[in-house]
């Protein structure tokens, strides 16, 4: 038995109506993985920023007192 035009039509905006739901599916899920690298990416500049900082002031901290047991000599 032939298949009338609507139910080829029904069947075709069903196929459609899948392909378009699993590329949407298929898009968020690299956003997410985007936005995950992204969000890793960052955590780790600022643990850097943190740890260069830290460095930084030890750093200041020794230098400011080498020069003030230079200068109680």
């Given at each position: 038995?032939?298949?009338?035009?609507?139910?080829?039509?029904?069947?075709?905006?069903?196929?459609?109506?899948?392909?378009?739901?699993?590329?949407?599916?298929?898009?968020?899920?690299?956003?997410?993985?985007?936005?995950?690298?992204?969000?890793?990416?960052?955590a780790l500049r600022l643990a850097k920023e943190?740890?260069?900082?830290?460095?930084?002031?030890?750093?200041?901290?020794?230098?400011?007192?080498?020069?003030?047991?230079?200068?109680?000599?």
């Amino acid at each position: 038995m032939l298949k009338s035009g609507k139910s080829r039509a029904e069947e075709q905006f069903a196929a459609t109506q899948k392909k378009d739901k699993q590329a949407l599916k298929e898009k968020e899920k690299a956003r997410q993985e985007s936005a995950e690298h992204v969000a890793k990416l960052r955590a780790l500049r600022l643990a850097k920023e943190a740890a260069d900082k830290k460095a930084a002031e030890k750093a200041a901290a020794e230098k400011a007192a080498a020069k003030n047991k230079k200068s109680s000599r």
